[in-house]
């Protein structure tokens, strides 16, 4: 069994023990930065070409997200006419057991994994695991995590948080558990790490028969699955085995083959800073005599259907997982991404996993608070999906939930009062004449607010008051 989420306490404590861990900050900062430079880079050769792909990229996901239904139907019957099986999963669980019975079916007892965020959701490997099966991951930075028995950090880098020195010591000290050992003399050169990591792969890709993968992209027109990668490893697990199965959540539909131009170019500038990813797979059914001769596509809900019930919380549908918001993040650059408990953290994960989870614990209500809405993840994000936004409302969730007086209604409140010179004015004379009454500690809602930061003390005259009272002065 590999390591899992649960009993991670929610984000303030587990941020709290993040941030004292001065070794994976300086890991997160340096990684963050760097991807956030080279993809600054890329963005800007488009200049304003940009926000127009930006705003055509949010305008398919969200036509499609209207039209899900219809799309899906699409899919199934595209995938069935070229030759794949179609399956549908409610839930986690259901997904874990029709790809547990698909497996079995070919009686092997080892897969190969192509990196994949639906099945770090639905806790594929520990359900295979239970199962008997064995799945491999094939991705570098999922190999890693896989070997160091830890848990994923980052959409793109799950082992962001972690440096070549103690990758080599994971690869010296876990590949031979699992396979082909790490060279002896292995150093922590990262070409020298790429390599072992090549040679304990390629052995693994050349005897195992059946694969597992997600997808980025699904499209409906064509039945066509599209994944996106780096290293080449996806590419083997997607051509060499005899059967392979796509465990793709339903919000990854595009309607047409061309719309997937227009990820194609938001994808990889917002993801890894390239203009284009190394390799593209593509592929359509079965091909006889040609790569993966049984192909499954288990279509996974797992909440989305609710969430696209919310019409303000569904934009957080239209995410690729490109993980920019991660890489601007000041939150995520300090905390890592353990502590926002979930596959899916920074500030996509804010809104995306209590929302799939339905606000269902103490971590998910937590989860819409670890931001300071400044807005640099609605800046880069290559579908415009309006993050600040969708905090703010799970905010008022959770205050509704606690029966607080919500964020937004405070925020009504000091636009009242901001928006009229009558009424600050005489807000600023009460809270002169009952400065010494304002508790250290305010109540409800604010209370939250005061949790981690002093009242600040009131004057006992505002400067309006002694701006009026000089200027009569002076006259
Ligand atoms: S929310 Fe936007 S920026 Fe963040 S991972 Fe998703 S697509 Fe990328």
Same mark, same amino acid.
């Given at each position: 069994?590999?390591?899992?989420?649960?009993?991670?306490?929610?984000?303030?404590?587990?941020?709290?023990?993040?941030?004292?861990?001065?070794?994976?900050?300086?890991?997160?900062?340096?990684?963050?930065?760097? =991807?956030?430079?080279?993809?600054?880079?890329?963005?800007?050769?488009?200049?304003?070409?940009?926000?127009?792909?930006? +705003?055509?990229?949010?305008?398919?996901?969200?036509?499609?997200?209207?039209?899900?239904?219809?799309?899906?139907?699409?899919?199934?019957?595209?995938?069935?006419?070229?030759?794949?099986?179609?399956?549908?999963?409610?839930?986690?669980?259901?997904?874990?057991?029709?790809?547990?019975?698909?497996?079995?079916?070919?009686?092997?007892?080892?897969?190969?994994?192509?990196?994949?965020?639906?099945?770090?959701?639905?806790?594929?490997?520990?359900?295979?695991?239970?199962?008997?099966?064995?799945?491999?991951?094939?991705?570098?930075?999922?190999?890693?995590?896989?070997?160091?028995?830890?848990?994923?950090?980052?959409?793109?880098?799950?082992? =962001?948080?972690?440096?070549?020195?103690?990758?080599?010591? =994971?690869?010296?000290?876990?590949?031979?558990?699992?396979?082909?050992?790490?060279?002896?003399?292995?150093?922590?050169?990262?070409?020298?790490?790429?390599?072992?990591?090549?040679?304990?792969?390629?052995?693994?890709?050349?005897?195992?028969?059946?694969?597992?993968?997600?997808?980025?992209?699904?499209?409906?027109?064509?039945?066509?699955?599209?994944?996106?990668?780096?290293?080449?490893?996806?590419?083997?697990?997607?051509?060499?085995?005899?059967?392979?199965?796509?465990?793709?959540?339903?919000?990854?539909?595009?309607?047409?083959?061309?719309?997937?131009?227009?990820?194609?170019?938001?994808?990889?500038?917002?993801?890894?800073?390239?203009?284009?990813?190394?390799?593209?797979?593509?592929?359509?059914?079965?091909?006889?005599?040609?790569?993966?001769?049984?192909?499954?596509?288990?279509?996974?809900?797992?909440?989305?259907?609710?969430?696209?019930?919310?019409?303000?919380?569904?934009? +957080?549908?239209?995410?690729?997982?490109?993980?920019?918001?991660?890489?601007?993040?000041?939150?995520?650059?300090?905390?890592?991404?353990?502590?926002?408990?979930?596959?899916?953290?920074?500030?996509?994960?804010?809104?995306?996993?209590?929302?799939?989870?339905?606000?269902?614990?103490?971590?998910?209500?937590?989860?819409?608070?670890?931001?300071?809405?400044?807005? +640099?993840?609605?800046?880069?994000?290559?579908?415009?999906?309006?993050?600040?936004?969708?905090?703010?409302?799970?905010?008022?969730?959770?205050?509704?939930?606690?029966?607080?007086?919500?964020?937004?209604?405070?925020?009504?409140?000091?636009?009242?009062?901001?928006?009229?010179?009558?009424?600050?004015?005489?807000?600023?004379?009460?809270?002169?004449?009952?400065?010494?009454?304002?508790?250290?500690?305010?109540?409800?809602?604010?209370?939250?607010?005061?949790?981690?930061?002093?009242?600040?003390?009131?004057?006992?005259?505002?400067?309006?008051?002694?701006?009026?009272?000089?200027?009569?002065?002076?006259?």
């Amino acid at each position: 069994m590999s390591a899992t989420f649960l009993g991670i306490p929610p984000f303030p404590e587990a941020a709290r023990a993040a941030v004292d861990d001065s070794r994976t900050r300086h890991n997160l900062r340096r990684a963050t930065h760097t =991807i956030r430079d080279k993809r600054a880079s890329v963005v800007g050769e488009l200049n304003d070409d940009w926000q127009l792909l930006r +705003a055509e990229g949010a305008a398919v996901k969200e036509h499609t997200l209207r039209h899900l239904d219809r799309y899906l139907e699409q899919l199934e019957e595209s995938v069935t006419r070229a030759g794949g099986r179609v399956h549908w999963a409610a839930d986690a669980e259901e997904a874990n057991a029709i790809v547990t019975r698909l497996v079995k079916a070919t009686g092997e007892t080892d897969v190969v994994k192509v990196k994949s965020m639906a099945t770090q959701e639905i806790e594929l490997n520990n359900a295979l695991a239970e199962a008997g099966i064995t799945a491999y991951e094939t991705d570098l930075a999922e190999l890693i995590v896989q070997l160091g028995d830890d848990l994923p950090s980052h959409i793109l880098v799950p082992a =962001i948080h972690l440096g070549r020195a103690q990758i080599r010591e =994971i690869f010296l000290d876990q590949m031979a558990e699992w396979g082909t050992p790490a060279p002896p003399g292995l150093t922590d050169d990262p070409r020298a790490l790429a390599e072992a990591a090549r040679l304990h792969l390629r052995e693994r890709f050349l005897r195992t028969r059946t694969a597992i993968s997600g997808a980025n992209f699904a499209v409906a027109d064509s039945g066509t699955l599209v994944v996106l990668e780096s290293e080449g490893n996806g590419r083997m697990c997607l051509t060499l085995p005899q059967t392979l199965i796509s465990v793709v959540g339903i919000e990854k539909i595009v309607p047409t083959w061309s719309d997937l131009e227009v990820f194609m170019q938001l994808l990889p500038r917002s993801s890894t800073g390239e203009r284009m990813n190394p390799y593209t797979s593509t592929w359509t059914g079965v091909t006889p005599g040609d790569g993966p001769q049984e192909f499954h596509l288990v279509l996974l809900d797992n909440g989305r259907t609710d969430v696209l019930a919310d019409t303000v919380g569904r934009q +957080a549908l239209r995410c690729i997982r490109c993980s920019a918001c991660l890489n601007t993040c000041p939150v995520y650059e300090r905390t890592g991404g353990h502590a926002y408990g979930s596959v899916y953290p920074g500030p996509i994960g804010a809104i995306l996993t209590p929302q799939l989870r339905g606000m269902s614990s103490a971590v998910d209500e937590a989860l819409p608070y670890a931001s300071s809405l400044c807005g +640099a993840c609605y800046e880069v994000c290559p579908v415009a999906i309006d993050i600040p936004e969708v905090l703010v409302h799970l905010r008022e969730e959770v205050s509704a939930g606690r029966g607080h007086l919500g964020e937004k209604a405070l925020m009504a409140g000091a636009e009242a009062v901001f928006s009229s010179s009558r009424a600050l004015g005489a807000a600023q004379r009460a809270a002169g004449l009952g400065r010494n009454l304002v508790p250290g500690h305010l109540p409800g809602t604010a209370g939250e607010w005061t949790d981690t930061r002093d009242v600040p003390d009131v004057p006992a005259e505002s400067f309006r008051s002694w701006w009026n009272k000089r200027g009569k002065g002076q006259r």
